[in-house]
């Protein structure tokens, strides 16, 4: 069991940057590949990014590449998701999942484990 509570959103101009952490509990945070997902009103869950369960493979949506960065420790059991150059189309709710597994991997439906959720809105 993985116990995951994200936390950094809020309300933000565009071309600003925000910091969004997930803390993670309960087992083996090294064991899991954490992946950050975001959902806006009326649409499907969208990946965003993911990290390796040691940091060392990173993969990113097209939409973000360049202006997001994923991080982890695995001593502070926490990832983090750099969010630079914010665009109003970044407004959703964000989402860090846990999967257990060597792989990058960007399907939703895969993760195990999912945090409750931080809002980012960014006003144009």
């Known amino acids: 069991q993985v116990q995951l509570v994200e936390s950094g959103g809020g309300l933000v101009q565009a071309g600003t940057s925000l910091r969004l952490s997930c803390a993670a509990s309960?087992?083996?945070?090294?064991?899991?590949?954490m992946g950050w997902f975001r959902q806006a009103p009326g649409k499907d869950s969208e990946f965003v990014a993911v990290?390796?369960?040691?940091?060392?493979?990173?993969s990113y949506a097209d939409s973000v590449k360049g202006r997001f960065t994923i991080s982890r420790d695995n001593v502070q059991n926490t990832v983090w998701l750099q969010m630079n150059s914010l665009k109003p189309e970044d407004t959703a709710v964000y989402y860090c999942?846990?999967?257990?597994?060597?792989?990058?991997?960007?399907?939703?439906?895969?993760?195990?484990?999912w945090g409750q959720g931080t809002q980012v809105t960014v006003s144009s």
């Open positions: 990290i390796s369960h040691n940091g060392d493979n990173t």
């Open positions: 309960g087992s083996t945070f090294s064991s899991y590949a």
């Open positions: 999942a846990a999967r257990r597994t060597i792989m990058v991997d960007p399907t939703p439906a895969d993760y195990d484990y």
